[in-house]
């Protein structure tokens, strides 16, 4: 099969990547993610405000990656990984760039992507709305959350949420999550 997750990473050529993880998602290495990119933004003295924006945000990606990732495929090369994700994390001329990605299983994507695309059209302040109001009103998903993810990287970095499905098989798409977090917004 000609598919191959790392093709979609070396196409964003632009920015230094300063952390690139592929494999399970777990306790363990959430934590080891978060302190290692604290660590080499307190090295590069990244500025305060930008750094928190930054640790925020990644915590929000990686509780996605976590509590979100579909079973990988049955033919896929590592099926030692019961949460497979990856995840890179890129310092760019206007600030950082979280790129994550993930298996969809086909029946998943429209839900994903109309969520997304709700997020994408909605104003800063119809984003703090609904942010509110699925605070307010939410309800425990199966897989434990309560949708605010993506409305809370929203609401956080201020911008748009890039994303893309590359189909793996009929049955599955790899799905790439890619986020600005900039000092402006």
Same mark, same amino acid.
């Given at each position: 099969?000609?598919?191959?997750? $790392?093709?979609?990473?070396? *196409? %964003?050529?632009?920015?230094?990547?300063? %952390?690139?993880?592929k494999g399970n998602v777990d306790s363990d290495v959430i934590n080891n993610i978060l *302190?290692?990119? $604290?660590?080499?933004?307190?090295?590069?003295?990244?500025?305060?405000?930008?750094?928190?924006?930054?640790?925020?945000? %990644?915590?929000?990606?990686l509780q996605n990656l976590y509590h979100h990732v579909d079973r990988v495929p049955e033919d896929f090369e590592d099926q030692t990984a019961q949460k497979y994700g990856l995840l890179a994390v890129k310092k760019v001329s206007d600030g950082y760039r979280i790129i994550t990605g993930n298996f969809v299983h086909a029946e998943n994507i429209e839900k994903l992507e109309e969520k997304i695309k709700r997020i994408n059209r909605s104003s800063h302040e119809e984003i703090k709305e609904l942010y509110k109001f699925i605070l307010n009103h939410q309800r425990?998903?199966?897989?434990? /959350? /309560? /949708?605010?993810? %993506?409305?809370?990287?929203?609401?956080?970095? /201020?911008n748009k949420l890039e994303y893309s499905f590359v189909v793996y098989n009929r049955n599955y798409s790899f799905f790439y999550l890619d986020i600005l977090v900039n000092e402006e917004n």
């Open positions: 099969m000609s598919f191959n997750i $790392e093709n979609y990473f070396s *196409d %964003l050529s632009d920015g230094n990547t300063i %952390l690139y993880y *302190d290692t990119v $604290e660590d080499k933004m307190v090295v590069v003295n990244e500025q305060s405000k930008l750094r928190k924006k930054v640790y925020n945000v %990644l915590v929000e990606s425990i998903s199966a897989k434990g /959350g /309560g /949708g605010l993810g %993506l409305v809370d990287i929203a609401r956080k970095t /201020g």
